[in-house]
């Protein structure tokens, strides 16, 4: 079954054809980083009318990768939640139009479970897992059992991971995005140089809290002596981040006796989380599946891969901008 997959939920303009799930013939991202920089983040306006110019040269460049042709195409899938209003529109109609030109099904996808899904192309026996879904917009740890069957077992009740690197490097005025800026300059300097606090380790729950960090970082800088240069703040602040990251996740797979980790989302691709989540997982006999990079920032590839696994959807689906990962146990 090929899906042509779209996604259009933040500032990337993403389309892909992924057959029976696992194999992706292509996966083109168009991404508006250069149009967002000069504002420090993403101007909506400009995020949509952007996807509307680019998202028909984007769908023939992934049909054309791929080597096919629409009328090869079985299903047609878009994010339709969550994001943007006024960029999840323009995928989710491109979808429904095309499927309803081709008369063939319209899926729609919640981002975040194809976010969550996604180390899981073409590996169907890692489930059940403990999930660690960290991006620009959310923080959610999960135990899912089945394609479509998780639990989720807390989430931050203020910044997101990725919002905090990105906000972190804008105190530190490095470039944005910030979180690749941070785990650039965090080889060269000293996780130790500096105690940032780690918000919520040691409670119960598995949520998190980032914006304390965050703010942590204000007040050094605004507070001599702060003599500590910006590779050993950068080094000291991710540190803080990936020890609760890390530490909840190891917690929640040993209570839910999980065999595998998973981590997902753009700030996955942080190398110090990627390197302790190894290092902690050898230790206790786990498997750790982590996505190729062009799997963990936003693609179409997730969405298409996700589709195959689930029932066609209405052509009434709206978009839903603020719903989340949800259960679905
Ligand atoms: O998943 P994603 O592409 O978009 C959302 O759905 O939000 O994630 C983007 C986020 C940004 O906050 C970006 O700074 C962060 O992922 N990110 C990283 C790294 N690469 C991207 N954060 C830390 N280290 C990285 N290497
Ligand atoms: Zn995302």
Do not use: W
Request: aromatic content about 6%; some cysteine.
């Amino acid at each position: 079954m090929n899906v042509l997959g779209i996604e259009t939920s933040c500032d990337e303009t993403s389309a892909a054809v992924v057959v029976d799930g696992v194999q992706i013939l292509s996966n083109v991202v168009s991404s508006q980083i250069e149009l967002h920089r000069p504002y420090g983040g993403v101007v909506p306006e400009l995020a949509s009318r952007n996807h509307l110019l680019l998202i028909d040269s984007v769908i023939q460049e992934a049909l054309t990768k791929a080597g096919l042709t629409l009328d090869k195409i079985d299903a047609v899938a878009a994010t339709y939640a969550p994001g943007l209003a006024s960029s999840l529109l323009i995928g989710l109609n491109a979808a429904k139009g095309l499927a309803f030109a081709l008369n063939k099904p319209f899926i729609g996808i919640n981002h975040l479970e194809a976010h969550l899904y996604s180390p899981l192309i073409g590996e169907p026996d890692a489930l059940p897992m403990v999930s660690l879904i960290v991006s620009g917009g959310h923080t959610i740890l999960v135990h899912a059992t089945g394609i479509g069957q998780h639990r989720i077992l807390g989430q931050t009740i203020d910044d997101a991971a990725g919002e905090a690197f990105d906000k972190v490097a804008k105190l530190l005025k490095l470039g944005y995005p910030g979180g690749p800026e941070i785990d650039k300059l965090a080889k060269s300097g000293n996780a130790r140089a500096i105690d940032f606090p780690r918000s919520m380790l040691t409670d119960q729950s598995y949520n998190f809290s980032f914006s304390g960090l965050k703010t942590s970082v204000l007040y050094y800088l605004r507070k001599p002596p702060n003599t500590a240069t910006t590779p050993d703040i950068c080094a000291s602040f991710q540190e803080a981040a990936v020890d609760v990251l890390v530490g909840k996740t190891i917690r929640a797979a040993e209570e839910y006796r999980v065999k595998t980790i998973s981590a997902s989302g753009g700030v996955s691709i942080n190398s110090r989380l990627r390197e302790k989540l190894t290092g902690e997982c050898q230790q206790r006999g786990l498997r750790l599946l982590l996505a190729p990079a062009h799997l963990c920032t936003d693609n179409a590839g997730m969405i298409a891969a996700l589709a195959y696994h689930k029932s066609p959807s209405d052509f009434s689906l709206e978009v839903a901008p603020s719903i989340g990962l949800g259960v679905a146990a």
